[in-house]
């Protein structure tokens, strides 16, 4: 009788736990695509003002890690740069090819990654940014090695993510890095410059590394 009950313990608790991918997708597609498409999201996103922090993108190259809906890549690609929508999952991806071809956007392309690699080759792109997904990626430190090698001297990573310690909508704090994790993270896989912005935006920070 003990030994059942440890058993369906553990089976409850294992349910219970899951990944932050799991945690995201138990929401219905057409449900999570109405929620990074919401007009009213730029008051708290301000898109605009995140992507200024990388400075004139005009005829750069970069990718979007986690790209969802496009949010970030088609803003990006209206300003200029060529941008490389990635993600994991063919809805999205989908999703963006359509947006793509009905707004004729010859500045965003798509490419399915692996969980576990962007697919980036060396020194293939300007910047990188990664918003509201870094908290997806399992081994971090091997993944951002290879974010590094991807960007080019110049170049640097933007992570836009949930701050830890603000509660807001979004992923519960078990999922959520805190951003002094970030920077631990990011150094071990090879950056060693960093601005931390924790005041633009209210629910999220934002970390440029190079
Ligand atoms: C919360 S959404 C963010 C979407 C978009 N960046 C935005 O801000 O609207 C997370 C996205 O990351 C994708 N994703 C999850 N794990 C990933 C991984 N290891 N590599 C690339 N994309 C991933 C998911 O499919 C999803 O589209």
């Known amino acids: 009788m ?29 449900n999570l695509v109405k929620r990074f498409e919401d007009p009213t999201r730029t008051k708290s996103q301000k898109p605009d003002e995140v992507i200024a922090l990388f400075g004139d993108i005009a005829g750069k ?21 060529k941008v490389i929508a990635a993600d ?31 697919l980036l080759k ?11 997904t870094y908290h997806h990626i399992e081994d971090r430190e091997a993944y951002f090695t290879k974010v590094k090698n991807g960007i080019n001297r110049e170049g640097s990573l933007m992570v836009v993510d949930f701050k830890k310690e603000v509660k807001s909508p979004g992923p519960p704090k078990r999922y959520r890095v805190a951003v002094d994790k970030v920077k631990e993270e990011l150094m071990v896989a090879g950056f060693d410059e960093f601005e931390v912005n924790n005041d633009l935006l209210e629910t999220q920070y934002i970390v440029i590394a190079r």
């Open 2 to 30: 003990k030994k059942i009950s440890l058993i369906l313990l553990v089976i409850l608790l294992g349910s219970c736990a899951g990944d932050s991918n799991s945690f995201m997708n138990r929401n219905k597609f057409e």
């Open 61 to 81: 190259k970069i990718m979007d890690i986690g790209a969802g809906t496009g949010y970030f890549s088609f803003r990006m690609a209206d300003k200029g740069a």
């Open 88 to 118: 994991v999952d063919d809805r999205f991806l989908d999703y963006i090819e359509e947006k793509r071809l009905k707004s004729n956007s010859n500045n965003v392309s798509t490419r399915k990654v692996e969980y576990e690699d962007p």
């Open 122 to 132: 060396k020194e293939e792109v300007d910047h990188v940014i990664i918003v509201n």
